[in-house]
């Protein structure tokens, strides 16, 4: 009960607090969503509201997007208005993440809702549309978005679930294309078309880079590379991965689709199967104050706990996994330094989300026969072929022949079923040095990226 009272006066807190939150004073997310206490329905027509979308229209780039952490609602000097104006064709830093865009888009429909200037208006369009140019342009052709662009180099090139920084471009983009009342200003053809077709591409890119683990579908890593669709690392102790937090965004993107095809099904069907298999049970995260004084974190046993999700899991063993900054795997929270452990979410209570909702979906969507045909038979139903090894048998190099295949995953087993090897490869031919291997027989599989698995037995002599 005292916990119970302890949560309640704590919401009724920060309920209060937000309602006290003066626009200048807000976050820019909360300006944009109307939670200040001074934004009533005729602000967004005053002159205050305008004033902050001359500001956003400042930070906007000539590449049609905008910088993140941008509190783009405060007062600027006439000599940060004629710097921002200046170094509007300099599009470095404009980004996708920490829903830079999406809060900028909604912004200015919000006033263009609420005022009668038509030129104003016209102006408010005109950027509008820019930024949705932006989101277009800045998409892969196998349907992902990086976390930047222009590209600045490094992981933020790779297509970026983290955060749900994708996911917040998609959802935008379905609400331009199905003309939703969430956005006020009209978007003609061919944007409509083009919106569409991005979305659709977003969904084949979702199910493109759903984790192959031996021959079984599971989750989404934060990042997957712009090429090979494989999980990669972003910051060093964010280590390429399978995700508790962020697949939970891709798989409920997966339910929300009408009429979905059997690729869609059979997706949310695994990653469902996933959130069940890698529950944490009888585990809860507590604060408390360690012997240095200060507020900490730790892990106790609790058999009444609700179940919890690590934030990490190994690619491989479902094994979840903490990091300090130096990028070596722990398999405990208490291995980890104080300044990680307590800065960064290693656990997550989402996979209730997608359990959830997987259960209210799967009456209406799904098909029972189907799903346990997917979950049991996932390696038979991934459509075995040859993949062509030579020479064969080999001795010192020995290559994989990927010309039909493409981008792809590769793993060498042991005849006791022992992974021995594993690399990626993005050219029609990938060469693997023999002498890696002790001399016997190994099975090689390759896993292109539309999950298919190629198989052929190799001799090492």
């Known amino acids: 009960m005292k916990k119970f009272i302890i949560i309640i006066i704590s919401s009724v807190f920060l309920l209060v607090s937000t309602q006290a939150a003066t626009v200048l004073t807000a976050d820019w997310d909360d300006v944009v969503y109307g939670k200040c206490s001074d934004q009533n329905t005729a602000w967004w027509s005053s002159a205050e509201a305008i004033r902050i979308a001359e500001n956003v ?168 590379h712009y090429q090979t669709l494989q999980p990669v690392m972003a910051r060093s102790y964010e280590l390429a991965s399978l995700s508790g937090y962020e697949s939970k965004a891709i798989a409920e993107m997966l339910m929300s689709i009408e009429n979905p095809s059997f690729e869609i099904r059979r997706a949310i069907y695994a990653a469902a199967s996933w959130y069940k298999e890698v529950a944490l049970e009888g585990i809860r995260l507590e604060s408390f104050i360690n012997a240095d004084g200060l507020s900490d974190k730790r892990v106790v046993q609790d058999p009444a706990a609700p179940d919890l999700w690590a934030r990490f899991y190994t690619l491989d063993t479902n094994t979840p996994f903490f990091c300090d900054r130096d990028g070596i795997i722990k398999y405990s929270l208490a291995e980890i330094g104080y300044e990680r452990r307590t800065g960064y979410s290693w656990y997550t209570n989402v996979g209730f989300s997608v359990i959830t909702n997987y259960e209210s979906w799967f009456p209406v969507n799904g098909d029972a026969f189907e799903r346990d045909a997917v979950l049991s038979k996932q390696k038979e139903n991934t459509a075995l072929k040859t993949v062509l090894c030579y020479p064969n048998p080999a001795q010192r190099v020995f290559s994989i022949d990927l010309k039909k295949i493409g981008s792809a995953k590769i793993e060498i087993y042991n005849l006791t079923g022992k992974l021995v090897y594993t690399d990626y490869a993005v050219k029609d031919t990938h060469t693997v040095i023999s002498h890696q291997l002790t001399q016997g027989t190994y099975i090689v599989k390759v896993f292109d990226i539309q999950h298919n698995l190629y198989s052929q037995k190799l001799i090492i002599q």
């Open 57 to 224: 229209l400042l930070y906007q780039k000539q590449c049609g997007g905008w910088p993140k952490n941008i509190n783009m609602q405060m007062l600027l000097t006439q000599q940060q208005k004629d710097s921002l104006l200046a170094t509007q064709t300099n599009n470095a830093g404009a980004t996708i993440d920490n829903e830079a865009v999406k809060l900028e888009l909604k912004y200015l429909s919000k006033v263009y809702a609420a005022i009668a200037d038509n030129v104003l208006k016209q102006t408010y369009k005109t950027a509008f549309l820019n930024g949705i140019d932006y989101l277009l342009e800045a998409q892969y052709k196998n349907g992902g978005w990086p976390q930047f662009y222009p590209y600045r180099g490094g992981y933020s090139d790779h297509i970026t679930y983290n955060d749900n920084a994708m996911l917040n471009v998609m959802n935008t983009l379905r609400a331009i294309y199905s003309q939703s009342s969430e956005y006020s200003i009209p978007v003609e053809e061919p944007r409509l078309s083009q919106a569409k077709t991005a979305f659709d591409k977003g969904i084949e890119c979702i199910l493109n880079t759903q984790y192959v683990q031996n021959g079984k579908l599971t989750a989404w890593c934060a990042q997957h």
